[in-house]
């Protein structure tokens, strides 16, 4: 736990610093270095999100502390181990010692280094450092999954016009704690986030996630039609549901775990798949590029779920997926089991719908 604490907190300061030096002294200011895109950097078998010069830093520190961790014998992650993150070849493994063979693998850690890093480059938004470990397949005898994370950090990385930034951390079964920094005085107080309470959705935040063009309208339509039925006709017609895209699913989480958001859901797999099967009955076989969450982005769920959050995949089932940095991840977010009781059966009909419908 206390090295991935650090980690997430040395990611941040770089990325901090990094901003300083190119000269951020308008708050919010964006600069052209953030900007570029840098897929090409990575070569072509790089198969995460979309990455820019922003995130370039951030990997390099994830870097640099794992190859710290594998020379030092008394390093806190039981070796050998692999990291996993976006950014690395293929589906993300790298093991240390290199060339280790992934069976002998006693530990994974799974890394999105910044997500949200379009919200935080123009100054929108906090991105966040996202870690997390599971046992390696070593000890469990089979590759690990999203189930199998037992510890889990999430660092806030504020804007330039922040003053105050959390970390967030958890390990399975005993709750959730957390700090904040005060970014002008150094000081750290203890932060104790609660989930919302509230039994429904009236005036309250809601959102599934629509953040790309592509699958806009089927999300919009379910989100419609979901609405209708959990909450019927408002009074006068005036609007009671809220919608917030914050384009991160740390992001997505943490207004979750701290009360601020009632239901979030990012389905953009199911839509892509509806979207991909009538494409083919039209007979049309031209390979789209899925632009989805990834276990990475999702690797701070256990944080959540000590927090009280229900999460699954939509579908009523758990979140489940191989730590890597290709698959798909559906997920839906409750702040309570009374929520998840009155939305979930609804979202899994309009799901079963969406599948047969071709």
Not at 74 to 103: K, M, N, Q, S, Y
Not at 120 to 125: D, F, I
Not at 230 to 257: C, K, N, R, T, W
Not at 258 to 280: I, K, Q, S
Request: aromatic share 6%; proline share 8%; glycine share 10%.
């Amino acid at each position: 736990l206390e090295a991935l604490r650090t980690l997430g907190h040395a990611i941040r300061d770089a990325v901090l610093a990094g901003r300083a030096r190119v000269g951020d002294t308008i708050p919010g200011t964006t600069h052209d270095a953030d900007v570029i895109r840098a897929d090409t950097d990575h070569g072509p078998d790089h198969q995460g999100d979309t990455i820019y010069r922003i995130d370039v830093r951030a990997e390099e520190v994830v870097m640099e502390t794992a190859h710290a961790w594998m020379l030092d014998p008394a390093h806190p992650v039981p070796g050998p181990f692999a990291v996993i993150a976006e950014g690395l070849p293929g589906d993300g493994w790298a093991c240390f010692p290199a060339g280790t063979p992934r069976e002998a693998i006693r530990t994974v850690v799974i890394i999105d280094p910044i997500d949200g890093t379009r919200g935080l480059m123009h100054g929108k938004r906090s991105a966040w450092a996202l870690l997390a470990s599971a046992p390696g397949p070593a000890i469990l005898g089979r590759p690990p999954r999203l189930g199998d994370l037992d510890t889990a950090v999430m660092a806030e990385i504020p804007t330039a016009r922040a003053r105050y930034a959390d970390t967030l951390w958890a390990t399975r079964g005993n709750g959730v704690r957390g700090e904040t920094l005060d970014l002008a005085t150094g000081t750290v107080i203890p932060a104790r986030p609660a989930p919302s309470g509230a039994t429904d959705l009236s005036h309250g935040f809601a959102t599934i996630s629509k953040f790309f063009p592509g699958t806009k309208v089927l999300a919009s339509e379910l989100e419609e039609r979901l609405f209708a039925v959990v909450m019927g006709d408002p009074p006068g017609g005036a609007p009671l549901i809220f919608d917030d895209e914050y384009i991160s699913s740390g992001g997505q989480l943490h207004e979750l775990i701290a009360g601020h958001d009632r239901f979030v859901a990012d389905l953009r797999p199911y839509f892509m798949d509806h979207l991909e099967a009538l494409a083919r009955d039209a007979g049309d076989t031209t390979p789209r590029r899925r632009i989805c969450c990834r276990p990475y982005d999702l690797c701070t769920i256990l944080i959540a779920e000590e927090a009280g959050v229900i999460v699954n995949d939509g579908r009523g089932n758990p979140v489940d997926a191989p730590l890597d940095t290709i698959s798909d991840v559906a997920w839906a977010g409750y702040a309570n089991r009374s929520l998840a009781n009155q939305i979930q059966p609804v979202l899994s009909r309009l799901l079963a719908e969406l599948a047969s419908h071709r």
